[in-house]
């Protein structure tokens, strides 16, 4: 698996602790983007929680995810939170070690008492004192909540006094993109009240003894939710329901639950399970399968493999302002683009860490992720691949039939209506459920006279 090496540098770390006029939660921040730039210690926030229990709770549940792995836990994960100021909210965002649960706190306009946020992304320091002292926060006495330093002229010292360097896997970060993808595609398909949330979620198995069976479903019935042996009509998958025991932190605090995720087809499927709380959302988003992570869906790979994309994000990312609602309509309107191309752009910007999606707004958001996210493009097995085979010509193409010589054996590849299929034994598994074969995108490129050596770089 390659690696590169994030380096966080903190000016010091992140505490919490007592004042005459109460608490104070000071996060510091690593460096990050902003509309002035890259800062090494943006500042973000300043102000009041309205509902500081809560937000401490959902902030800790956002870190557990990501120093979790609920797949393969012998190996260690952790990597900050990443928190984006959009204006009127913070959102806190991480992703699971094992590439399979993405988690966001969205702490809303209403959850904050304060100046508005500011605009930029960045990582932000929780640690294990920190993460101690949270925990231990029992009633609603104010607590005042700084995101970013305390004085901004902290950002010309000589050096950081605290610096964290983490492995960050290329699927790690092909995880984000993916995961935005996959919500695009989701609809609410139920929404319980506060007691049934809180039943039905303190009914699911909390330990990994069933993370290596098959995907299990459930079905709405009136206002809660009841398990179903199999995928029937309405059904919403389920993978690995013990992965979304980070939620157990703020139950009491919830309002409601609401679940999204595509209409079922039979096969497994991502979800995404949402807690409403006063001010605020925790979110968070499950792999088809708790063995398998976000990186390898391949919903971003038709994205990729055209010069079109490329361009139309590249004209499309001047028109982001860290706005907090994204409408591909608006950017259509405004870029003179039809709005399937914005919508492949906006695919593509994600792959760079540069877009979100949110559920609950069905838009997206602007964000950057502050790490070489271009990596993950540079060496997604499947797109190196395609670029290879068409690089090398070993597309024919024959009308709708095209040969692709891969390897000893030679390949055909059809479309119909838009749609490639392959004789390919990956396509034979997942029939298209994890985007394109690689022979598909290497046709899909010389179609349309991709720059095929783009990738090379």
């Known amino acids: 698996m390659t690696r590169s090496v994030q380096a966080l540098a903190y000016s010091r770390p992140s505490v919490l602790k007592s004042s005459q006029a109460g608490q104070l939660l000071g996060l510091e921040t690593a460096g990050g983007l902003t509309p002035r730039g890259a800062e090494p210690h943006p500042r973000f926030f300043e102000g009041f929680l309205t509902s500081p229990r809560i937000a401490a709770r959902g902030l800790l549940a956002v870190a557990d995810v990501a120093a979790a792995r609920y797949y393969q836990r012998t190996l260690l994960s952790s990597l900050d939170p990443v928190v984006t100021g959009n204006g009127d909210r913070l959102r806190f965002e991480s992703f699971s070690g094992c590439c399979g649960v993405y988690a966001r706190l969205d702490v809303l306009r209403e959850g904050l008492d304060g100046a508005e946020t500011g605009h930029g992304t960045t990582n932000v320091d929780v640690n294990n004192p920190l993460r101690e002292a949270l925990s231990r926060i029992a009633g609603d006495d104010p607590l005042h909540l700084r995101v970013g330093p305390q004085e901004m ?4 010292l000589d050096g950081p006094v605290v610096e964290k360097k983490v492995p960050l896997p290329d699927r790690w970060l092909r995880g984000f993109a993916e995961a935005q993808v996959a919500s695009a595609a989701f609809d609410l398909r139920a929404e319980l009240p506060a007691a ?16 290596s069976r098959g995907a299990q479903w459930v079905l709405p019935a009136g206002k809660t939710l009841r398990p179903t042996t199999r995928p029937t009509a309405g059904a919403i ?18 309002t409601a639950l609401r679940v999204y995720g595509p209409v079922a087809d039979g096969a497994a499927a991502a979800s995404a399970w949402e807690v409403v709380l006063p001010g605020m959302r925790l979110t968070l988003t499950l792999s088809p399968e708790a063995s398998r992570g976000f990186s390898g869906e391949g919903g971003v790979l038709e994205a990729l493999a055209t ?6 994000a590249e004209l499309i990312s001047v028109l982001l302002a860290w706005e907090p609602r994204i409408e591909p309509a608006d950017l259509a309107e405004q870029s003179g683009l039809p709005v399937q ?4 752009a906006l695919v593509r910007l994600g792959t760079a860490g540069r877009v979100g999606y949110d559920l609950a707004d069905a838009a997206y958001f602007h964000r950057e992720l502050p790490y ?21 010509g070993s597309v024919v193409l024959d009308g709708d039939l095209a040969a692709v010589a891969s390897g000893d054996h030679s390949y055909q590849v059809r479309e ?3 749609a490639l299929s392959c004789t390919c034994q990956w396509w034979a598994d997942y029939r298209g459920r994890r985007g394109p074969c690689k022979h598909a995108l290497a046709v899909r490129m010389t179609r349309r006279g991709a720059t095929v050596t ?3 770089r």
């Open 307 to 312: 010069d079109d994309a490329a361009a139309d």
């Open 416 to 418: 119909r209506a838009g």
């Open 341 to 344: 191309r914005v919508r492949a």
């Open 372 to 392: 070489d996210a271009d990596r993950a493009e540079r060496h997604n097995p499947r797109l190196v691949a395609a670029r290879q085979l068409a690089e090398s």
């Open 237 to 254: 998958c389920l993978p690995g329901p013990q992965r979304l025991v980070s939620l157990q932190r703020i139950l009491r605090h919830a």
């Open 196 to 211: 049934e949330a809180v039943r039905f979620l303190r009914s699911l198995p909390r330990s990994s003894g069933s993370a």
């Open 454 to 456: 783009a990738g090379a």
């Open 153 to 156: 002229a902290v950002t010309t």
